[in-house]
């Protein structure tokens, strides 16, 4: 798919990071000099400058910054990394690492927070960043008085994974518009869990078209999951559409975590690799999750992803 109309090309974005840095660089040689000097108005340069490196860091907030890639635990519901032994999730994981990952995306719901906590104990914590998501859906019908606190269930997620803080936790599967007021009390209490630096940034996870468009408007959202390919396939409205959402996001400095980059695993490998490397080329997603649940498809990723960048050098 053309996406030319939607981004600067390679060779459009190269000029300007060369003509961005050379004005950057007389100012800071001769500015003081100059005094009153005309400044060159430049397009303001993006949140993740290129780089054809598939695990460049990349910054999601100013508190969250991590790897291009990152491993998704949640392959069918967290099913498929679940259903190896504990010692080939822990050497899957270990493998990942290795080769560079330094984004693990976790949920509640997936039930992996001990396998991950498992694989990584030995690492260093500020080397990596982890996603967690609390599934609030069912608690927020119950009784105020008979909800768990925002503070409970995380305490129970830093014990699971054996860590001291989550880098960035999210309210899991938003579905509907209006979600805003449906968790207002949680959203609340993650503000307070952030200023304690008990989590580093909140955010929602997007399984509908309107509550993604709420979401990267919304103020209190740091950071989203919105699912995208380039095919269509598991998310709603068109490509455009949420292209349009991606670069709004962006726009309003929100962090974009892309999700279901294989349609939730309806790809055969040759789509696959369209669409990894398709969103590898955005420069309004600043990383994407993908299940695995083997190392070869971990290399395939991975290989995916550099060819996609060394053809934006080209």
Known sequence: MNSEKKRMTSKDRRSFLKTAFFHVAAVGTAGNA?????????????????????F??????????????????????????????????????????????RFFDTADSYRTHWLVGKALKDKDRSQYTLTSKMWL??????????????????????????????????????????????????????????????????????HSFEAAREAVVHPWVDIVHIRFNPFGAR?????????????????????????KVAGEGSFDSETVGESIKYIAKLETADTMVVGMNSKEQVDFLVDKTAEALQEELA
């Open 235 to 259: 998310m709603e409205g068109s490509v455009e559409e949420n292209l349009e959402i991606l670069k709004t996001a962006q726009e309003n400095g929100k962090g974009t975590i892309i999700m």
């Open 137 to 206: 859906h069912r608690e927020v019908e119950k009784p105020l008085d008979e909800q768990p606190s925002a503070r409970e269930i995380l305490t129970r997620f830093l014990r699971e994974i054996d860590t001291d803080y989550i880098d960035i936790l999210q309210i899991h599967c938003m579905m509907k518009p209006g979600w805003a007021s449906q968790f207002a009390r949680y959203m609340d209490e993650l503000d307070a869990l952030k200023e304690e630096g008990l989590i580093l940034s909140h955010g929602v996870s997007c």
């Open 56 to 101: 460049a860091i990349r910054k999601l907030t100013d508190r969250v910054s991590t790897t291009r890639l990152g491993f998704g635990t949640g392959m069918a519901g967290g099913s498929e990394l679940r259903a190896l032994t504990e010692k080939e999730g822990i050497e899957l994981l270990l493998y990942s690492y290795d080769r560079g990952f």
């Open 34 to 54: 100059l005094g009153n000097s005309p400044v060159l108005e430049t397009e303001a340069a993006p949140k993740n400058p290129f780089s054809s490196d598939p």
